[in-house]
C-alpha cells in the first residue's frame, strides 16, 4: 500500500519560515495528484495546496497562504515540499500530506505538527 510520511513540522515564530515534506513509497502506478491539507486546532481540515498532475501540473493554493507558501514536488523521488515562509499564529495547525495513486486511490500521511508562537 502506499505510505506518506511527512517531516520538517515544528515550533517557529511569527514571520518565520519552515518547509515540509512528504516523501511517498509503495506508488505502483501513477500520482494523478499530490499536496497537502492541515487541520487547526478545533476546526474542519481544509486545503491549503494541491498539484494536479494528471492535468499538467496545475496549483492550487488557499486565498489565506497566497504569496507565503510555494508547493513544488521532486518526481524521481515521489515527494512534495511546502515552502512556508511569513508564518503567521493561524497558521498553526497539523499537516497532513495528501496523494491521489491513479489506480490505488487517495492516501493520507499520518500529520506533522506546525505551530506558530513567540
Known amino acids: 500500500q502506499v505510505q506518506l510520511v511527512e517531516s520538517g513540522g515544528g515550533l517557529v515564530q511569527p514571520g518565520g519560515s519552515l518547509r515540509l515534506s512528504c516523501a511517498a513509497s509503495?506508488?505502483?502506478?501513477?500520482?494523478?495528484?499530490m499536496g497537502w491539507y492541515r487541520q487547526p486546532p478545533g476546526k474542519q481540515r481544509e486545503t491549503v495546496a494541491l498539484?494536479?498532475?494528471?492535468?499538467?501540473?496545475?496549483?492550487y493554493y488557499a486565498d489565506s497562504v497566497k504569496g507565503r507558501f510555494t508547493i513544488s514536488r521532486d518526481i524521481a523521488k515521489n515527494t512534495v515540499y511546502l515552502q512556508m515562509n511569513s508564518l503567521r499564529t493561524e497558521d498553526t495547525a497539523v499537516y497532513f500530506c495528501?496523494?491521489?495513486?491513479?489506480?490505488?486511490?487517495?492516501?493520507w500521511g499520518q500529520g506533522t505538527q506546525v505551530t506558530v508562537s513567540s
Open positions: 509503495g506508488i505502483r502506478f501513477s500520482i494523478n495528484a
Open positions: 498539484i494536479n498532475i494528471a492535468s499538467g501540473g496545475n496549483v
Open positions: 495528501y496523494v491521489y495513486e491513479r489506480i490505488l486511490g487517495p492516501s
